[in-house]
């Protein structure tokens, strides 16, 4: 039996990421009504709602960060109408190339982000609404959608110390940790990190600094023993 460690959170945080969601899509619907008055069919394209929950349930993640949104849906929406035009006969094939592409393209640019293949597919299947749009589709109401999600992503999780959105942002301050002796002789190299996900040969999505605060925290101990994880603090609470 496999333990689902991914969803050992509190029942606070389930409510926050429900928050999140609901208004990052109430406010790309908003903006889409405003300034795309009279195309209602296009206000929104599904796949925000899955970017939604990366966004707002999975803020560490790799594939939830800025240039994986930004770049995924954008790249995607530009190959899918590419195909819809090229193989507007066959939609079938222009459906399935459409998305094959994009994961290609995606892992290409380092900018992989799963709701980008639906952002492909709508632009192919999306009917004459979207088909009428051409290649406007990737800047209207597609980049529009991006940037509104994106904003209410940085500026929502901002007041919650613990979700640091965007990573990049957080390096130096609560991402990072002081770990103190014997742990900090134990933690893992960056070199060695790359080697054995090299040898797993699958995307994961977790950045590496999560991954050496799971590990330190692992080396600490359970929650338990006080005395132990006292050896492992964010380097904020130390200043």
């Known amino acids: 039996m496999v333990r689902k460690l991914a969803y050992s959170v509190s029942e606070r945080e389930h409510w926050i990421s429900a928050a999140g969601g609901l208004i990052g899509i109430l406010a790309v619907l908003w903006v889409g009504h405003f300034w795309l008055d009279g195309h209602g069919g296009v206000l929104a394209i599904a796949s925000m709602g899955a970017s939604a929950v990366l966004l707002f349930a999975a803020p560490h993640g790799t594939l939830s960060q800025p240039w994986p949104v930004f770049g995924g849906h954008l790249v995607s929406a530009l190959i899918g109408v590419a195909c819809a035009r090229w193989l507007g006969t066959e939609p079938m094939l222009a459906a399935s190339l459409a998305v094959a592409l994009s994961i290609a393209v995606m892992y290409s640019l380092r900018c992989l982000h799963p709701p980008g293949g639906a952002t492909a597919l709508y632009a192919v299947l999306g009917g004459e609404t979207v088909h009428a749009l051409g290649y406007g589709y990737v800047l209207n109401?597609?980049?529009?959608?991006?940037?509104?999600?994106?904003?209410?992503?940085?500026a929502f999780n901002f007041p919650f110390h613990?979700?640091?959105?965007?990573?990049?942002?957080?390096?130096?301050?609560?991402?990072?940790?002081?770990?103190?002796?014997?742990?900090?002789?134990r933690m893992i190299s960056h070199e060695n990190l790359v080697y054995a996900l090299s040898k797993i040969d699958t995307f994961v999505d977790v950045s590496e600094e999560d991954l050496q605060r799971i590990y330190a925290l692992a080396l600490a101990g359970a929650p338990q023993s006080a005395e132990r994880l006292a050896s492992v603090q964010p380097v904020e609470s130390l200043r």
Not at 141 to 154: D, G, K, W
Request: aromatic share 8%; charged share 15%; net charge negative.
């Open 162 to 185: 613990w979700r640091r959105y965007p990573q990049s942002w957080h390096h130096s301050q609560s991402g990072n940790l002081v770990v103190t002796e014997p742990s900090e002789e």
């Open 141 to 154: 109401p597609v980049l529009l959608n991006v940037v509104v999600i994106l904003a209410v992503a940085v």
